[in-house]
Each structure stands twice: as C-alpha cells, then as structure tokens.
C-alpha cells in the first residue's frame, strides 16, 4: 500500500526467473512501465529477465514492447518513453537448474552497484511452474547476498502449495532460506484498488462500523464470476480447480478485508494479524458437513453467439474423465462475537454469464412496518454492493417514497463510481505490488500463517471432494452454475446477488 508520502524505491534490481513467460510479459512488464511513466521507479533501476530462451537484450526488450502494447493500460507512453525505459531492461540467459549460473546474479549486482557508487535492493521474482520454485529458492538461498535481509526479497506467486501440507513444507523450504520479512507471497487480490478500498471504506467512515456485524448483517456474498474457460492453462488447472484457484487465495482475502477488526495501524503485520484471526475464526467444516455447504461444478459443452464451444473436459490439456472443478461455492461462518451465525457465501466460477466481482452486504429487514402493505408491495432490505471489478462502484439501497399522493415505498440506490469520482485510470494490482515490493511494504502480501490458516479452511472440503467421483459435467457454458448452488443459499432463504 502506498504511503501518503509516495516513497520512491531505493536503487533496485529486479530478477524474474520465467522472464521470457506469459506474467511478465502480460503483467509484470506492462506494471514497471507504468510505475515508470508515473515517475515511481527509482533513477537507479535494473531489470533482468532470467530463461533458458535464446534472446539478446534488443530482442527482449522489443518482445516486452509487444506485451506493453498488447496488454498495458497505457498501450504506449508518451515518444520516446519506452527509449528510455529500455535501456533498464536486460536478459540473462540462465538455466534455473544450473545451481553454478547463479553467481552472475551476484556478478550484475556487484557491477551494477558499482557502476551506480550505491548499494541496491535486490528483487528475485520467481514467476514460473509451482514446481521450480523450491530448486529457485534453495539456489538463491545460498547466495551470500540473499543473507542480507535488508535489501535482498523474494516474491513468490500463487499457488503456494496445493493443499496444507505442501504449504507448510513450502513454507518451511522457505523460512529455512530466508527470514519471512524478505518473503513475499503475491495474492493479486489485495492490490485491486477497490479491494484496497474496503478498508478505507470501513474504517475511514463512522457510518458502517456500527452496523458491521451480526445484529444488523443479514448474510454476506462475495461472487467472482469469469465468463473465460480455460484460456490454454489446462495443465495448470487441471491439478488445481476454482476451490484452489480462486477461493483458498482471492475469495478468502476479500472474506477477510470484509470481515477483519479495525486494525490499530497500518503496519504490514498488525494488518496481516488482524486478517489471521478472521481466518482462524472460521468454522471448520466437518467431513459430513461438507455436501450441505461446498458446492463444486463442471461446464460440460455448450455454445456461445451460436458457436459451439467446448466442455472443460475438451479442453487441451485436460483429461477426458478430469474431474477438476470449475466452479466452486461454499458457505462458511466466521465464529467470534461480531460475525457469529451470519452466513457467508462465496462462488466462482468459469465460463459464467458474466466478469464481475461482487461483494454483497445485506442487512436484516426493518424491525417493524407502519406503512400499509399495499405502500410496500417492492419493499426490499437494505443492501451495500461493493463492484469489485469491472464495475468499480459502491451502492447503497435503502427505501423511498415515490413521489405523487398515494403512498408507496420504493428501493432506490445511491451509487459511488470511482470513474465518475476520479478522472485518470487506476493503477493495474501488479503495479501497486510490485512497488510495495521494491519499497519493503508487505501489508497486501500473505504471510506464511496467513496462506496456511486459509487452506486449513478449505482442506476438509478438498478431502471430500477428493473422495468421491462427482457427477461432471453439471453446468452449460453461460450459466450461473450448477442447480446445487442455487440451493446453497435458497435452502437459507436468499438468493445469490450481483447489483
Ligand atoms: C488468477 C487465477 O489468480 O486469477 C485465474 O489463476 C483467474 O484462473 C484470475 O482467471 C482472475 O483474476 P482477475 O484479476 O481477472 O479477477
């Protein structure tokens, strides 16, 4: 999170290993352009992009052009801005398995400090195959630069582990190699701004806070809805599915933004424990209990604007009886005395009617109705929609009178639209995070009891989903998901909200 101050990064280095991949050059890249057209990159900054491709510096760098103009907010700069942003960028052709080619990454810092006359900050970002990552880190553990703590940092991207006990080894391979201030385990979630915006919106304001809880908190709902399938990642997703994908890391996240205490500060770990003790607070889910409140789905084929389009199991790269889920909804409560019995859902979900992130908060029906029924006919609860993305907005429902002699009550809403609000774009979540990077704030990233509390929360669902053959595929392509989701939440009485 940005101070107020808008510190500048020291003198950095940034390493990407998988720098020739996919995340660099659709986020990674287009994010430090930004930060640099937005004057946030220090003077004295180096980017290295590590691989076992064969380019030359000229032609990595016209590759990540093509990425900037491809997938940059800002698909060109002002001229000449990308001339002088390139000349920080470099590659280093390196096999990550090759324990000896490590030291030329202590050889660029030594040469670039010297040529700088300052000592840097040093950056490893390990964007590649879950699987690479502990050779990449047991490696660099052994450089003698990696023991600085104060300047030499690690990023680590999800997934971080497959389930508890990968997590907690992972966690331990890491915690061995470095101190857990110089680890930082990326959750793209938290730098959205409008999930950054939950706790400004809560704890910058009186008027929430003292509704906020179970006595007037109905239930809430957090939807992040995809209408994409599996856009070529089938052999990442097939041994991952949405439970793992989306909710165990971004679904939990926002459950906690919504739900945490007032932090005291903002310091990275008072925030971070606050976040820890709503995660730790969530019921667990016993292994009978899980069919009443895990719904898992798969999209079977269906077609699209008249065009067929393939189930998951057609997908490249998947397996013709996979039975990988697609689409997940859970219902879980949080147990301490703010949030006890309030129920909340959350689903996700691939190949669904639309792309939306959506927090709903709904609050309990008025206590007592003096007006006539036949006034009330469209009466609803008050709501707070909180647009995650791509509607970034805050809507609030509450009653009216219409307007004329006879008396009818009427829900309206009062909508805040952070585009009508503020002018200029927002910056994208991997430019906020990569600057906390470079700047050593580690509030938006997860601590290592953090990822672990969250997959204690959603491993009894995994068990059983793992032991029992579901009955895929359930849903078509376009749809809200399986019936069984409909039913997790009319069961209680509501219904799934996205306005
Ligand atoms: C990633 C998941 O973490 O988040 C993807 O691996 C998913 O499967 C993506 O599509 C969604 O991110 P966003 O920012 O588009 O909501």
Redesign the pocket.
């Given at each position: 999170m940005i101070p107020a101050t808008n510190q500048r990064p020291a003198a950095t280095i940034l390493f990407i290993f998988g720098g020739s991949g996919d995340l660099n050059l659709r986020k990674l890249t287009p994010a430090l352009y930004n930060l640099y057209l937005d004057k946030y990159l220090s003077d004295r900054f180096a980017v290295v992009g590590l691989g076992r491709s064969n380019y030359t510096d000229e032609s990595f760098r016209e590759r990540l052009l093509e990425g900037v103009q491809s997938f940059s907010r800002r698909k060109n700069g002002p001229d000449d801005a990308w001339k002088s942003f390139a000349p920080m960028v470099s590659y280093l052709q390196m096999d990550a398995g090759d324990k000896a080619s490590y030291t030329k990454l202590s050889d660029f810092v030594a040469d670039r400090e010297k040529e700088w006359g300052v000592q840097a900050n040093v950056v490893f970002y390990l964007a590649v195959a879950p699987q690479l990552v502990p050779g990449i880190a047991t490696n660099l553990g052994k450089l003698p630069l990696c023991g600085d703590k104060s300047r030499v940092r690690i990023v680590v991207e999800?997934?971080f582990g497959r389930d508890l006990k990968t997590a907690q080894e992972l966690n331990a391979l890491l915690g061995g190699l470095f101190a857990e201030e110089q680890i930082y385990r990326i959750?793209?979630?938290l730098g959205?701004e409008t999930v950054q915006n939950i706790l400004a919106l809560r704890f910058a304001n009186s008027l929430f806070e003292p509704i906020w809880n179970r006595r007037y908190v109905d239930y809430v709902q957090i939807t992040?809805a995809?209408t994409?399938g599996l856009?070529g990642?089938g052999g990442?997703?097939e041994g991952?599915g949405a439970l793992r994908?989306?909710i165990q890391?971004?679904l939990l996240q926002v459950l906690c933004m919504v739900a945490t205490e007032a932090p005291i500060s903002f310091d990275a770990n008072e925030v971070r424990n606050k976040k820890v003790d709503v995660l730790n607070a969530i019921r667990r889910i016993k292994p009978e209990e899980v069919k009443d409140v895990a719904v898992r789905g798969q999209y079977g084929p269906g077609e699209k604007d008249g065009k067929p389009i393939p189930g998951y199991r057609e997908e490249e790269g998947v397996k013709p009886d996979s039975t990988t889920e697609t689409f997940a909804a859970v219902k879980l409560f949080v147990d301490n005395w703010r949030w006890e019995d309030v129920p909340f859902y959350l689903r996700t979900g691939?190949s669904l009617p639309e792309?939306a992130?959506v927090i709903t908060i709904q609050f309990k029906p008025a206590p007592y109705y003096a007006f006539p029924s036949e006034a009330t006919h469209s009466w609803q609860s008050n709501r707070l929609t909180i647009g995650?993305?791509p509607g970034m907005d805050i809507r609030l429902r509450f009653q009216a009178k219409r307007p004329g002699q006879t008396l009818a009550i009427d829900p309206v809403e009062m909508v805040f639209s952070y585009k009508d609000a503020y002018a200029g774009q927002e910056p994208e979540?991997y430019e906020t995070l990569l600057l906390d990077v470079m700047t050593g704030d580690a509030t938006l990233f997860m601590r290592a009891d953090q990822v672990e509390a969250a997959w204690k929360v959603v491993t009894p669902i995994l068990d059983a989903w793992e032991s029992e053959t579901p009955d895929f595929p359930n849903y078509t392509p376009g749809s809200w998901g399986p019936e069984a989701a409909m039913q997790l939440v009319e069961k209680d009485g509501f219904h799934w909200m996205m306005k």
């Open positions: 999800k997934p959750d793209h979630y959205k992040a995809e994409v856009e990642r990442y997703y991952s994908d989306m890391n971004h691939k792309k992130t995650i993305q979540a």
